[in-house]
Every structure is written in structure tokens, then in C-alpha cells.
């Protein structure tokens, strides 16, 4: 499917190479300031940047086709254009029949005949979440009017890991760096380690650490809709994601409860806790403390170093040898990817509960 969400729906369309992608975003309240400039600002954060990022340049204007007149939504559905311009797509056509190990070329084939697109990646280009993030800006702006932040910044590039504790602000300081690591010195040992691997016709893969903040108790919907549930399917949606984890995370299988619990206290008349190994959930639930998770990106599958591959059509083994223009890390591109997605489903949570009218 190409649409997730319950109350506030969002659909991709469009694909790498084609004319254009875009989103189409359904059930924004109408009224609602939209602040146009923000949005692109928004967007202008995932396009890549000098050499840490894909030599393609896309300028990526967003038009707004219908939903939203004078700046403010008018109840219909949002569409959200941005057309592509940069598209070389000879160096594609290859991997019909010898696929890129790490990419979904095999499978798109298999699944959908040779009629499948693959220029660019097709549907599955890291492209494609140009709507995600132009779409999860208005999600932003909506969260924002009740007073909750969602802020994003990279955790980890390849061996290098910023161990300090960090909160939502790390994520707004975070843009002043092209690494989108939460401090200047972290940004620099990352950016040495994309280097690295680029220098070597490699890439890398890295985490991107999410901050909510300002989130009332009672999002999320058990049984099957809690606020993991619906996290997760949305960040596996972004291409490269391969793993997510909340609060303390996988760390928790090793802790005893008396480590793990958060202690109960009282913060200005609220009911919070001392600490948050619970990464803001309980119970599928928004417990009132930031909700804070992390996702694991792979390492860019298409690397200029030679690799071995199939040919399909013939069954042998063959060398490829990819030229298309890549990422030599996914991360920094993919931070404002993640807080656009993880604002479209706090938002739509916040409708279902209630909490937005
Ligand atoms: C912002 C962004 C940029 C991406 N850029 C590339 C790229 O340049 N080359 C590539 O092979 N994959 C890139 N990807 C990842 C692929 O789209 C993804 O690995 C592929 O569709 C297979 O899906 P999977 O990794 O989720 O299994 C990018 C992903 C994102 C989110």
C-alpha cells in the first residue's frame, strides 16, 4: 500500500526518474496556518549536501497543487509536488537483469513483472520520502500549535558513536551541521568516517536518534496500534531503515527491573518519571516523558566498488560495477525523513485520541 495513517492520511506517488514525486496528505483540520516557507526549509534539509552526499541535484520545489489557499488548509486534501529534473537513467537499465546486491532491484522484479521501473530506484528510491518530509512539515506545524517538538540528529556514523545524553534540542542544534550530528566535534569525526568509506568506493550505515517532547499522556491505541506499533511500521517504510528500538531498548534485555522501572514523580503538578528507560511509552501509551527512539540505517547498497552479482536472465555469476549517482551514507539525508514521519504519526495518534479537533 501506498497510504498509511487512520485519521490524518498520507499517500506517496511518483517515482525516482519519472516526471515527479510528491504526496497527498488527507485530514488536516481546515484552518490551519500553514507557514509555505517553513515547509520548503523543511525540505531543502534532505537534499544532499557537498561531498558527504549524492552528486544528483534536484532542486526540489515543493508545489502545493490543492488543499491549502492563502496559507491556511481548507479541509481537502493537501497535494504536495515536487518535480524531478536531474534524472539520468541509462545507468539503471542494467540491473533488471543483473540486480544490485542490497537494493530491491530483485525483488521489484519479481514481484511486479519487467514492467517495473527501476530508474533511479523507482518507488524505492530514497526520493520517494521528499513527500514524507514536505507532507510531515504541516504534521509538524499541527503538533507545534499544542506545543510538541519533534526533533531528529545522527547517533552514529559507522564506529563513530556520540555517547553523551542528549534531548530534543540536540536535534534543532543539529541543523547547523551538514552530518546533522547534535554538536560540531561529533559532526566532524562523522563526517571523516563517510570520507573514509567513500574514499574506499564504500559506504556506511549509521543511527538517527528521534526526540519528542511536550506529548500529553495517553497516545497510542492498544492493542495492536500503540505508539511502537505505528512508529515502527512507518519507519520501516523509509528506505535503509533495518532496525528501531525504544528508550533503553535492546539494552533493556540485559538490565534488572529495579535498573530499568522509572521511578514515579511529581514535576509541577504532572505525574513524570525520574528517568526514561521506557523511551515515553508504557503500555503502547505516551506516558507524559519525551518519546524517544533510534533507527538503524544500512550502509548505501549501491557502492562504486566492484561487487559480484547474478545475471538472471543467463544464471551466471558476473561482476557489477555500479555508476549511478549515490550517498555514500544515508543518515544525515535521512534525519529530516525521520522527524517528518514520526510528526505524520504523533499527529494522526493525537486525532484518533482526541487530542487534536
Ligand atoms: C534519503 C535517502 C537516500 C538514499 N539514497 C540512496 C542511494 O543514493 N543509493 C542507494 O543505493 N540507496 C539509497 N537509499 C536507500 C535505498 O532506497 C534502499 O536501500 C532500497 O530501496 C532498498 O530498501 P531497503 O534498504 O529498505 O531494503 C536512500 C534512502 C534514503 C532514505
Known amino acids: 500500500m501506498n497510504t498509511i495513517g487512520s485519521e490524518l492520511r498520507l499517500t506517496l506517488f511518483g517515482a525516482s526518474h519519472g516526471p515527479c514525486v510528491g504526496a497527498v496528505l488527507d485530514g488536516v483540520p481546515p484552518g490551519m496556518i500553514v507557514d509555505v516557507g517553513r515547509l520548503q526549509s523543511e525540505v ?10 549524492t552528486p544528483r541535484q534536484e532542486e526540489d520545489k515543493v508545489e502545493i497543487v490543492s488543499g491549502i489557499v492563502e496559507g491556511r488548509s481548507t479541509g481537502g486534501p493537501i ?36 514492467c517495473v521501473d527501476l530508474r533511479g530506484g523507482g518507488q524505492f528510491s530514497g526520493r520517494m520520502t521528499v513527500g514524507i518530509v514536505a507532507a510531515g512539515a504541516i504534521a509538524k506545524m499541527l503538533l507545534e500549535e499544542r506545543g510538541i517538538r519533534v526533533a531528529a540528529f545522527v547517533r552514529q556514523i559507522g564506529k563513530v558513536r556520540d555517547a553523551e545524553e542528549r534531548d530534543v534540542t540536540s536535534g534543532v542544534l543539529s541543523r547547523s551541521n551538514d552530518v546533522r550530528a547534535a554538536t560540531d566535534e561529533m559532526a566532524e569525526a562523522m563526517r571523516s568516517e563517510i570520507l573514509a568509506a567513500k574514499d574506499e568506493s564504500d559506504s556506511v550505515g549509521g543511527v538517527v536518534e528521534c526526540v519528542v517532547d511536550g506529548l500529553p499522556i495517553g497516545l497510542g491505541e492498544p492493542f495492536f496500534d500503540t505508539v511502537e506499533g505505528e512508529m515502527s511500521k512507518m519507519m ?22 529495579s535498573q530499568h522501572n522509572d521511578p514515579f514523580v511529581l514535576v509541577d503538578g504532572k505525574v513524570r518519571t525520574a528517568k526514561n528507560d521506557a523511551g515515553g511509552i508504557l503500555g503502547g501509551i505516551t506516558n507524559g516523558m519525551p ?5 538503524a540505517i544500512k550502509p548505501t547498497a549501491s557502492i562504486a566498488r566492484g561487487q559480484r552479482s547474478l545475471n538472471v536472465k543467463s544464471g551466471r555469476q558476473t561482476d557489477l560495477k555500479i555508476e549511478g549517482r549515490h550517498d555514500p551514507c544515508i543518515a544525515p539525508r535521512a534525519v529530516p525523513v525521520v522527524e517528518a514521519a514520526a510528526a505524520l504519526v504523533l499527529a494522526d495518534l493525537s486525532m484518533r485520541g482526541g487530542t487534536v479537533d
Not at 291 to 295: E, H, K, S, T
Open 44 to 53: 531543502d534539509l534532505r537534499r544532499p549536501k557537498a561531498d558527504i552526499g
Open 79 to 114: 497535494t504536495l509536488l515536487v518535480m524531478n529534473r536531474d534524472t539520468d537513467s541509462k545507468k539503471y537499465e542494467r540491473f533488471k537483469d543483473v540486480p544490485r546486491p542490497g537494493h530491491a532491484d530483485l525483488t521489484a522484479r519479481s514481484k511486479y513483472s519487467e
Open 236 to 257: 520501516f517504510a523509509v528506505p535503509g531503515v533495518k532496525g528501531i528500538e525504544f528508550g533503553a531498548g535492546f539494552a533493556a534485555a540485559g538490565m534488572r527491573g
Open 291 to 295: 518519546v524517544v527512539f533510534r533507527v
